[in-house]
């Protein structure tokens, strides 16, 4: 189905440490709004779209997401590596890394854990693309 470029669509250089951007930018990784759920939402909701040329685009959608999930996850390895245990409990990062070090996990700013509630796939394609339209409303 797909064809995987092992680099990065945008590469990600970043050369400083943050834990504290690295929080905030996590929830574009697994919050309510972020691409780990957008992905799911589209490639989803394409297996009940009853026109082929809705379906396409949702796959191409849905893809396009877990593109922008592999940079999100990038952004935010960057920002935390190489972490000193002074800058993880100043920054508020250790309470993450207690649970998960450095790995990366899916969860919203808040530190909620992402959950499949985040999205819907009813296989009515007015009430599927509406809420397509209204998750991708949101921006950070």
Known sequence: MWNYE????????ITQTNPEI?????????????????????LSQRYSMP???VTGILTD??????????????IVHQLTR????????ESGFDKYYVDH???????AASGAPWTATYFQSK??????IHEDMAAD????
């Open 137 to 140: 409303g949101t921006i950070l």
């Open 82 to 89: 190489n972490l000193t245990p002074e800058q993880l409990v």
């Open 61 to 74: 959608i849905g893809t396009e997401e877990l593109a922008h999930m592999e940079m999100i996850c990038a």
């Open 22 to 42: 690295a929080q905030v930018i996590i929830t574009q990784f697994g919050g309510p709004d972020g691409e780990l759920a957008a992905s799911m939402r589209y």
């Open 123 to 128: 296989g009515d394609p007015i009430t599927d």
């Open 6 to 13: 092992k680099r990065l669509q945008y590469p990600v250089k």
């Open 101 to 107: 070090t450095l790995a990366l996990w899916p969860q």
């Open 51 to 53: 026109y082929n040329e």
